[in-house]
């Protein structure tokens, strides 16, 4: 029965349907759930796969990357000088973006994950020192960006490769090549990247333009038209200029130049706006490219031979901009090696901070011919120290190079006026030129634009110690009669101790000026290694020596107050010294018991510190008293203007023989000598005896110092040493010394001239 009812339900014609049904739903939930744990398995992956953040290096700057938001992965060891800031907070995007990490605290010096956030740029960016970074200020710049800690934000897809505004393919080691299509993409948007890094329009609108220029070496002007040739090779197909060269001017003659790369030249925002003084030179200019252009010709020619470019001058108020042109000014031709050296230092692909070269073309109108006299109402030997470090960054750099050259300018050197050498200054000072080198303004601008910087830390004690050992000697130029000055250029504050330095440095006569530039803020102050540094260098702390410029953009305004300043030859104080700002009277004993050998040790020994001072009508002067019951004036402080006259004076001395009157000799030697003295000099007597006066000493010795005579005694064999201390001026003790016989007299020429000069450079310095 059971095999029937199978049977028939087997052959029931529904039967097959029903089976077919069954085998699809079947075969439809089976492909469902393999496709169910697929995904699952798939997600399970991708929550497991871990983001590839790139590595990066200590001096990639934020404006090099081209992606808007990335995490990158500094090393360590970036906490460096040379790996420049620029803000606080938020960053320009010239900056390393590992030191500005660091600066503001999301890494240290053992490197990690930075997010940087590209933003819009904007005005005044400020300088500060933070974890051991010191970022300087900026007026203005096009783009910024913000760094924090390197974790990746919800819904933003981070890019496990970055692309570099460079031709070269940059992209973090991930061991695969790209396809040929990308490169030209790539390469396409680096060239638009590089092109805005080298712009220097900032603003929201700002133009750019993409102009290469040739340049030739050559002191002929010419105009040179591009004619582009395509070279194939397996990378991307690039365009290079080849330039052919017509004369500007009908010439009989062209001097061939060999063409070489130009420069991509824009307007550094520095500054604002055209100097009021090169106004006019400006409008000719702008007239005369304007002309060129008229007839298809739109050249600049940069480098040894000539200089020009076109540049966008931001309006005031209004944010505009307009394109002006700039004049064609011819230069100097310059040595293949120096040709060489600016050909070196200009790659593809680098900013124009990075190449060295000042964004900013300089106006300079017609240099003034060469002087052999100079400005004689300033005669003073010069010597700039110039800030190479590192902090200063090479805009900066090219900003003081153009200050010492209108110093220069503003001076007018000259043999019969003032003469100036420049060393500069980092981890350890070299000498650029010294004081013979350049003997006229225009010579010595062209010296200065070819200064290269040299990096390092700021050490100016070094700097200081330096000049006074080795750059004011008469071999470099160091004319005697002229007053020494040391400018000293600070970007910030000194990395070493100043105070020691410029201590010797003063009593050696050197008159130091200080120009600080962005001095530390009154958070920064704890990290300046010798606080007030400036008033322990300087001159006399008066505020006449020093001069604090808040920002690098306004060095220009100082100037003119600078030079006024250093030419104010009346007011160098520390021009004298001990050794030139003296008028010293000697008073002899030239009574019986010296006898006439021991009178001309005495002699040898006047002789012997008399040379040790700098002689002449300005500088110290000499004058000598011989005294026994009389007194006689041997000779007067303006008898004899050279050292050379004054030694023979003092040989020519004869003895006199008798007897002993200390008392009279000192009021003789007032009213004679001293009552004739120069109202700028200190007056110093230094009486010589070898016994006791017959008269009294105290009360002559006492009127001298009530009129400022400076007394020294010096007693030998039998003198009262009661006498020696009233005669001495007070301390007594280091004004009077003894010595037992004439022949140790020469034991006293240093310890006298150690103790005038301690006591002159003990004056306060206000």
């Known amino acids: 029965m059971l095999l029937e009812w199978k049977c028939s339900l087997v052959t029931h014609p529904d039967f097959a349907s029903l089976t077919m049904k069954a085998t699809v739903i079947a075969t439809f939930f089976g492909v469902f759930l393999t496709c169910t744990y697929t995904a699952k398995e798939a997600t399970k992956k991708t929550k497991k796969a871990k983001l590839y953040v790139p590595q990066i290096d200590c001096d990639v700057k934020a404006g090099k990357i081209i992606n808007p938001e990335f995490i990158a992965k500094c090393p360590p060891g970036c906490q460096d000088v040379k790996h420049r800031v620029y803000g606080t907070d938020i960053y320009a995007s010239f900056s390393s973006v590992c030191n500005a990490a660091i600066h503001s605290g999301i890494i240290d010096n053992t490197g990690g994950k930075v997010l940087v956030q590209k933003v819009a740029g904007h005005s005044g960016y400020r300088g500060s020192f933070s974890n051991g970074v010191r970022s300087l200020s900026l007026p203005r710049w096009r783009e910024s960006f913000l760094v924090s800690e390197g974790k990746p934000r919800k819904g933003v897809t981070y890019p496990s490769t970055l692309e570099y505004s460079s031709s070269k393919s940059t992209a973090v080691k991930s061991g695969k090549a790209k396809k040929p299509e990308q490169d030209l993409k790539g390469m396409k948007s680096a060239d638009t990247a590089n092109t805005s890094e080298k712009a220097s329009d900032q603003g929201d609108t700002a133009r750019r333009e993409h102009q290469t220029t040739p340049v030739h070496p050559a002191t002929e002007m010419a105009t040179t038209t591009p004619t582009p040739t395509t070279t194939t090779t397996t990378e991307p197909s690039t365009t290079v200029p080849q330039p052919t060269t017509t004369p500007a001017a009908p010439r009989t003659t062209a001097a061939p130049a060999k063409a070489r790369p130009g420069l991509h030249r824009g307007r550094d925002m520095g500054s604002s706006s055209v100097h009021p003084a090169y106004a006019s030179v400006v409008a000719a200019a702008a007239r005369q490219v304007q002309a060129a252009q008229g007839r298809g010709q ?24 307009h394109q002006e042109p700039v004049a064609t000014f011819q230069r100097a031709a310059s040595s293949p090696v120096h040709l060489a050296m600016e050909i070196d230092s200009w790659k593809p692909g680098l900013s124009l901070f990075d190449t060295g070269f000042s964004s900013k073309e300089e106006l300079n109108p017609k240099p003034l011919e060469s002087m052999s006299q100079g400005n004689q109402n300033c005669k003073v030997d010069l010597s700039f120290l ?381």
């Open 298 to 321: 739109n050249t600049a020619f940069r480098g040894a031979s000539t200089s020009a470019s076109n540049r966008n001058i931001l309006l005031h108020n209004t944010g505009a901009q």
């Open 386 to 766: 110039m800030d190479g470090s590192w902090s200063i960054g090479k805009r900066r750099f090219q900003l003081q190079k153009r200050f010492l050259g209108n110093v220069a300018q503003a001076l007018g050197i000259g043999s019969a006026g003032p003469l100036m050498g420049i060393v500069q200054y980092g981890d350890d000072p070299s000498t650029e030129f010294n004081l013979k080198t350049y003997a006229n303004s225009k010579d010595l601008r062209n010296a200065i634009e070819k200064i290269q910087q040299k990096g390092g830390l700021s050490n100016v004690g070094k700097a200081l110690s330096f000049v006074n050992k080795n750059f004011f000697l008469d071999a470099n130029g160091n004319r005697g009669g002229a007053p020494n000055v040391v400018v000293v250029m600070v970007d910030g504050w000194p990395t070493d101790q100043v105070e020691e330095a410029s201590r010797l440095a003063r009593e050696s006569g050197i008159n130091i000026f200080f120009v600080t530039v962005e001095a530390a803020a009154q958070s920064e102050k704890q990290n300046v290694i010798e606080p007030n540094f400036v008033d322990k260098a300087v001159c006399r702390t008066n505020g006449f020596y020093s001069i604090n410029v808040p920002s690098w953009f306004s060095l220009h305004k100082v100037v003119q107050p600078l030079v006024k300043r250093v030419c104010d030859t009346e007011r160098l104080a520390c021009s004298k010294t001990c050794l030139n700002a003296a008028d010293i009277g000697f008073v002899i004993d030239g009574s019986s018991s010296v006898g006439t050998g021991n009178f001309r040790t005495v002699l040898q020994f006047v002789a012997n510190v008399s040379k040790e001072f700098e002689i002449s009508d300005t500088d110290t002067r000499i004058g000598a008293v011989q005294y026994t019951y009389e007194q006689r004036l041997e000779f007067s402080f303006d008898k004899y203007s050279t050292k050379q006259d004054v030694l023979n004076a003092i040989k020519r001395i004869s003895y006199w023989s008798g007897g002993t009157s200390t008392g009279a000799a000192i009021s003789y030697a007032s009213e004679q000598l001293f009552s004739k003295s120069k109202p700028n000099k200190r007056k110093i007597m230094i009486l010589i005896t070898d016994g006791r006066s017959y008269d009294d000493v105290s009360v002559p010795a006492m009127a001298a110092h009530q009129n400022g005579v400076i007394a020294y005694s010096l007693g030998v064999a039998w003198a009262a040493p009661d006498e020696l201390e009233a005669i001495a001026s007070d301390p007594a003790k280091e004004h009077s010394f003894f010595v037992d016989d004439f022949d140790n007299l020469y034991h006293y020429v240093n310890p006298l001239i150690q103790n005038i000069c301690t006591e002159f450079n003990s004056q306060p310095r206000n």
